[in-house]
Structures are given as structure tokens and as C-alpha cells.
């Protein structure tokens, strides 16, 4: 059995059932391999140029977070601060 860092484990713990979780210990990757999984992705930034629109802003943020050159047609807003 393959044992997981904790970093590992984090993208795809979801998908482990609750009663395997419950047993503590590493998690068994052969029954359990990371192909089930699914990463979010996710970046912050703060909206400081007044001449860029607010996804303008996103679309330079993930850009530089990421690496991901996303069109403004596919950003959209998950949720703010403040």
C-alpha cells in the first residue's frame, strides 16, 4: 500500500468514503488511486487597476497565479470579500 502526503490526499479526499477516513491511518492508493479525483484550482487578487475591468482583472490574476490564459467569456464569479 502507497502511502499519501496529506497535500495528496487533499485532492481527492472527497471522493474517499467517510467510513474508510474513519479508520485513520494512510489510504489504501490501490483502491483508492488519485485518477478519482478532482483539483479546484483556485486564486485571489486584489482589484488595484483602475484601468482594467474586474475580470480583466481575474483574467491577469489567474494568469499569473495559474498559468491558465482563461478568455473573460469563461470567468466567473465564485464569491467575494469585503
Same mark, same amino acid.
Given at each position: 500500500?502507497?502511502? *499519501?502526503?496529506?497535500?495528496?490526499? $487533499? =485532492?481527492? !479526499? @472527497?471522493? %474517499?468514503?467517510?467510513?474508510? /477516513?474513519?479508520?485513520?491511518?494512510? /489510504? +489504501?492508493?490501490?483502491? !483508492?488511486?488519485g485518477? &478519482?479525483?478532482?483539483? &479546484?484550482? &483556485?486564486?485571489?487578487? %486584489? =482589484? +488595484?487597476? $483602475? $484601468?482594467? $475591468?474586474?475580470?480583466?482583472? *481575474?483574467?491577469?490574476? /489567474?494568469?499569473?497565479?495559474? @498559468? !491558465?490564459? =482563461?478568455?473573460?467569456?469563461? %470567468?466567473?464569479?465564485v464569491?467575494?470579500?469585503?
Amino acid at each position: 500500500m502507497a502511502r *499519501m502526503l496529506s497535500s495528496e490526499m $487533499s =485532492v481527492y !479526499y @472527497g471522493r %474517499i468514503p467517510a467510513e474508510e /477516513i474513519a479508520k485513520g491511518g494512510p /489510504i +489504501d492508493t490501490t483502491k !483508492y488511486p488519485g485518477s &478519482l479525483g478532482l483539483t &479546484l484550482e &483556485l486564486c485571489a487578487g %486584489i =482589484v +488595484d487597476k $483602475s $484601468s482594467m $475591468s474586474r475580470e480583466e482583472t *481575474m483574467q491577469q490574476e /489567474i494568469l499569473e497565479e495559474c @498559468g !491558465y490564459n =482563461v478568455p473573460l467569456s469563461g %470567468i466567473h464569479k465564485v464569491t467575494s470579500f469585503r
